[in-house]
T-cell receptor
Framework: SQTIHQWPATLVQPVGSPLSLECTVEGTSNPNLYWYRQAAGRGLQLLFYSVGIGQISSEVPQNLSASRPQDRQFILSSKKLLLSDSGFYLC???????????FGDGTRLSIL | AQTVTQSQPEMSVQEAETVTLSCTYDTSESDYYLFWYKQPPSRQMILVIRQEAYKQQNATENRFSVNFQKAAKSFSLKISDSQLGDAAMYFCAFTDSNYQLIWGAGTKLIIKP
């Protein structure tokens, strides 16, 4: 069966520090991969999605970037975090864009 | 613009009763997919049910069923025999022309014992 791992679960970072959140999927090949951000009490905002290695699409211009160095690995990064980067970050995968997305447990990011 | 509207920020229901969560959406596409996800306090996002827009038959999944009205662009979720474990935020979503999900703001469902 397929599983998705996302870490860390919680992260507290100072303003201006770098960020690296990692997500890996097991049990499937060439998945679509997604990074979302969820503000408190709100729906999900798509940040990045990828349909293959090295193929990244950005939905929202921001302080963040994403990379897919391996087929089942998706990384969310920032060189310098802003206060507005605080939130709950979710990684997800799907077999195809029109198939249900399956989510990791999320990372709660707090910027001080 | 493609949007999803969940007009009920919060709903409450007595345990074992039935509740319906509303969702309307706006799209010019004729072929798309609709989803309901639940997010319990643990914050994990869990798929509840999926509906293909080209199918007239409403999807069902155990105690969960939808009322899909394509012309009205309405996609409500009915939960029968509500259980305490159903307490969560419920999000409605559909695929846009690029097959990316457009999400509603969510409805918080409270189950009264």
């Amino acid at each position: 069966s397929q599983t998705i791992h996302q870490w860390p679960a919680t992260l507290v970072q100072p303003v201006g520090s770098p960020l690296s959140l990692e997500c890996t999927v097991e049990g499937t090949s060439n998945p679509n991969l997604y990074w979302y951000r969820q503000a408190a009490g709100r729906g999900l905002q798509l940040l990045f999605y990828s349909v293959g290695i090295g193929q990244i699409s950005s939905e929202v211009p921001q302080n963040l970037s994403a990379s897919r160095p391996q087929d089942r690995q998706f990384i969310l990064s920032s060189k310098k975090l802003l206060l507005s980067d605080s939130g709950f970050y979710l990684c997800a995968w799907s077999v195809h864009s029109n198939q249900p997305q399956h989510f990791g447990d999320g990372t709660r990011l707090s910027i001080l | 613009a493609q949007t999803v509207t969940q007009s009920q920020p919060e709903m409450s229901v007595q345990e074992a009763e039935t509740v319906t969560l509303s969702c309307t959406y706006d799209t010019s596409e004729s072929d798309y997919y609709l989803f309901w996800y639940k997010q319990p306090p643990s914050r994990q996002m869990i798929l509840v049910i999926r509906q293909e827009a080209y199918k007239q038959q409403n999807a069902t999944e155990n105690r969960f069923s939808v009322n899909f009205q394509k012309a009205a662009k309405s996609f409500s979720l009915k939960i029968s025999d509500s259980q305490l474990g159903d307490a969560a935020m419920y999000f409605c979503a559909f695929t846009d022309s690029n097959y990316q999900l457009i999400w509603g703001a969510g409805t918080k469902l409270i189950i009264k014992p």
